[in-house]
């Protein structure tokens, strides 16, 4: 199995939601990833998990929730969202965090908070 | 700190003439590059990966890019474009983040359009 998974492929929510989006991986990975990709932008980094512990928060707000449970698995828990919060939202993994390893993308999730 | 530049916004080329996305990168220490594809709403599809082993890459589809160091170029080309290639195509650069992580850095990106 070489694929990231993500469910589910689009979402539209209220700004007073929860919600989660999920990640699976089955390729043996140690880290994973969460990006948020507005239209017409590279994606930008959110959370980088490693040997299933968060090391990095790139400064993201506190209505986006990471979470780990195991090494396959990565969600990340929705809540109080705002409009501008409106994006596709892309799972990526790789075999470890190291800089020379190719992260692997999910298809992603389009999110759209009314 | 890396940095990656991709030097056309949109390319436009006919289906079975070739394809040249040009790419040039800053780095302070031997580089990690990769080529990914996005067709629209989708996610990113790695085609190719340079890590000092051969400058010449081959990736998948038939799209291959060669590593320049003296050019800090890292430029991807396809013989003959298909319709099917049409599609966002960014260039990265992986740095060492601030926690020791696999930090990517992204391209602007190119559009490809493919005519008939």
């Known amino acids: 199995d070489t694929e990231v998974t993500q469910t589910p492929k689009h979402l539209v929510m209220g700004m007073t939601n929860k919600k989660s989006l999920k990640c699976e991986q089955h390729m043996g990975h140690r880290a994973m990833y969460w990006y948020k990709q507005k239209a017409k932008k590279p994606p930008e980094l959110m959370f980088v998990y490693s040997y299933e512990k968060l090391s990095i928060n790139e400064s993201v707000p506190s209505r986006f929730s990471p979470e780990c449970p195991n090494s396959s698995l990565l969600n990340l828990h929705l809540h109080a969202l705002q409009p501008e919060d409106s994006a596709l939202y892309l799972c990526?993994?790789?075999?470890?965090?190291?800089?020379?390893?190719?992260?692997?993308f999910g298809p992603g999730t389009r999110l759209t908070v009314l | 700190a890396q940095s990656v530049t991709q030097l056309d916004s949109h390319v436009s080329v006919s289906e079975g003439t070739p394809v040249l996305l040009r790419c040039n990168y800053s780095?302070?220490?031997?580089?990690?590059l990769f080529w990914y594809v996005q067709h629209p709403n989708k996610g990113l599809q790695l085609l190719l990966k340079y890590t000092s082993a051969a400058t010449l890459v081959k990736g998948i589809n038939g799209f291959e890019a060669e590593f320049k160091k003296s050019e800090t170029s890292f430029h991807l080309t396809k013989p003959s474009a298909h319709m099917s290639d049409a599609a966002e195509y960014l260039c990265?650069?992986?740095?060492?983040?601030?926690?020791?992580?696999?930090?990517?850095?992204f391209g602007a990106g190119t559009r490809l359009a493919v005519h008939p």
């Open positions: 780095s302070s220490y031997s580089p990690s």
């Open positions: 990526a993994s790789s075999l470890t965090s190291d800089y020379y390893n190719e992260q692997f």
């Open positions: 990265v650069v992986s740095d060492i983040g601030s926690g020791g992580y696999n930090k990517l850095i």
